[in-house]
């Protein structure tokens, strides 16, 4: 018999979550050159969250706290609020790299809200694969299983 501590866990499998588009106001703010690299701040302008068990938009007021490493790695820090279709607010954050050599660009979003409906939101792990867009970024959201 095997036992728990020497099971073979369970293969990652992978749910699509949502879409998320994010419209990026023009200029961003730039902080400059820090000892960990340069300081970027992009300001939201809206957006739109879309999926099989969720829809609505992203609220203006959100930003991406962006650290560009002197090698061109890229660190994202989000946080934006969305109001869904029925009204609720979903408050959204996520981390982030970005490798523009490589292409890869992939994030961990995480959720919190008050709304009891979608309190299963606040239990999950996410992973976001990104991609820039002419209007900002988008992102393809899975919930991990």
Known sequence: MTSPETAT???????FLAEIDIEVAKPPQNVGA??????????VAGGRIAGPH???VILP???DWVLVEPDGFTRLDVRATCRL????LLYMTYRGVVDPAS???RTTPVFE???EKYQWLTRLVCVGVGRRTPA??????HMIR
């Open 103 to 105: 292409g890869y660009f």
């Open 113 to 115: 809200t008050g709304a």
């Open 85 to 88: 279709d029925d009204g609720a």
């Open 61 to 63: 007021g959100a930003g």
């Open 54 to 56: 969720l829809n609505g």
């Open 136 to 141: 900002g970024v988008a992102y393809t959201v």
């Open 34 to 43: 820090t000892p960990a690299g340069k300081r970027v701040v992009f300001q």
């Open 9 to 15: 866990p369970p293969a990652l499998q992978s749910e």
